[in-house]
Each structure stands twice: as C-alpha cells, then as structure tokens.
T-cell receptor
Framework: GAGVSQSPSNKVTEKGKDVELRCDPI?????LYWYRQSLGQGLEFLIY????????KSGLPSDRFSAERTGGSVSTLTIQRTQQEDSAVYLC???????????FGQGTRLTVV | AQSVTQLDSHVSVSEGTPVLLRCNYS??????LFWYVQHPNKGLQLLLK??????LVKGINGFEAEFKKSETSFHLTKPSAHMSDAAEYFC?????????FGAGTILRVKS
C-alpha cells in the first residue's frame, strides 16, 4: 500500500483479555518498529525488526508483550492478560534503512477497561 | 547509545513571531536527526531530517533546523508562526538500531 497501515484503529478490551495489533508496513521496507505513546508521555520504543536479523526486543515492558513479523512484512504485536496501564496508542513505523526517515501508521488506540 | 533531550515541554508564541524548539542529542555514532510533528489526533509526520549532508536543513511548512556538532544541538526554527503550527514536536536521533525520541514539545500559537 501507499503507507503504513495499522488495524484496528481503536480497540477496547476488558482487563485480563489478550489483544493483537496488526501493522502492514510499506512494501519493500526492511525495518519495522513498534512504539507506545501514553497520555502525556513521549514515544516509548518497544521492538525493532530488521530484515532476517533477530529483533531488538529491549523495549518490551514485560513478558506479556510479544511481537512477530512474518515473511519480513506484516507484524503483529500481542499483549496478553491486558492491564489498565497498557492503555495507550500503539504506533508502527517502517523504514528502508536505519538512517532514513521512518514512516508511521495512524496507530491503534488501545483502551483497557 | 543515543539519547535526545528536548529542553522545553511547552512553548507558547504569538502568531507571526519566531519559533524556537530546542533539542540536544547524544550519540555514539554519526547521528541522523529528525524532527517530527504530531497534530492532535493525527499521526506523526516528518518535518525535516539531517543525514550528514548540509548542516542547515530546510523542511516543510517553513521550518528549518541547524545541526551543530560542537553543541550537540539540532534546534528547530521558523521565522513566523502560524496558527496551524500548533502541535507537538518530537526530535529524534538514530545511528543504530532504533529511533530514539525526545519527550516532545507542545507548541501553542496565540492569535
């Protein structure tokens, strides 16, 4: 597609449920990032995928968070046993190389009630 | 390791006056630096980027930034603020695996 696509755009879930957030990067982009933006906070790095290399998971806040990138394209961020503090906007970005600009999706607004 | 410090969490200017949003960075690599803008309930949009070419970088909507290695700064400026510039601005550094974001500066433009 023309840009980074994220789905769903909004998700309301009950505390304790699992959620999956999807990111469809720009075709041909080798790098993919997930960030989290909480109300009044900056952007918090979660995970980074680059080609076939092992992902950089150093930003995942707990073992309830995991992400996959299948076939070097679509990525899914999974949050298990959601907590209220997981409520945030989850942003995905893709880029062609490490030093060129990243293109961001519109984000998924997750609300845990 | 890379880090970014945006020196002001909020900046308020009058329409038609200059804008200065300050950013200092730290990087173990030769950095690439970016400014992104986020309007309310919108996605992040790239304003401009520095990737070791010209130190004065011009971006969209009249914004520009100057890379000063000696001061490890990459401040964002605009000669004359417009109401539509009201948004949150993020300074970003990369040189390794990840994009590192500053905490953001909220720009308010008064009429």
């Amino acid at each position: 597609g023309a840009g980074v696509s994220q789905s769903p755009s909004n998700k309301v879930t009950e505390k304790g449920k699992d959620v999956e957030l999807r990111c469809d990067p720009i075709s041909g982009h080798t790098a993919l990032y997930w960030y989290r933006q909480s109300l009044g906070q900056g952007l918090e790095f979660l995970i980074y995928f680059q080609g076939n290399s092992a992902p950089d998971k150093s930003g995942l806040p707990s073992d309830r968070f995991s992400a996959e990138r299948t076939g070097g394209s679509v990525s899914t961020l999974t949050i298990q046993r959601t907590q209220q503090e997981d409520s945030a906007v989850y942003l995905c970005a893709s880029t062609n190389q490490g030093n060129t600009e990243a293109f961001f999706g519109q984000g998924t607004r997750l609300t845990v009630v | 390791a890379q880090s970014v410090t945006q020196l002001d969490s909020h900046v308020s200017v009058s329409e038609g006056t200059p804008v200065l949003l300050r950013c200092n960075y730290s990087s173990s690599y030769s950095p690439s630096l970016f400014w992104y803008v986020q309007h309310p309930n919108k996605g992040l949009q790239l304003l401009l980027k520095y990737t070791s070419a010209a130190t004065l970088v011009k971006g969209i909507n009249g914004f520009e930034a100057e890379f000063k290695k000696s001061e490890t700064s990459f401040h964002l400026t605009k000669p004359s603020a417009h109401m539509s510039d009201a948004a949150e601005y993020f300074c970003v550094v990369t040189g390794g695996n990840k994009l590192v974001f500053g905490a953001g500066t909220i720009l308010r433009v008064k009429s």
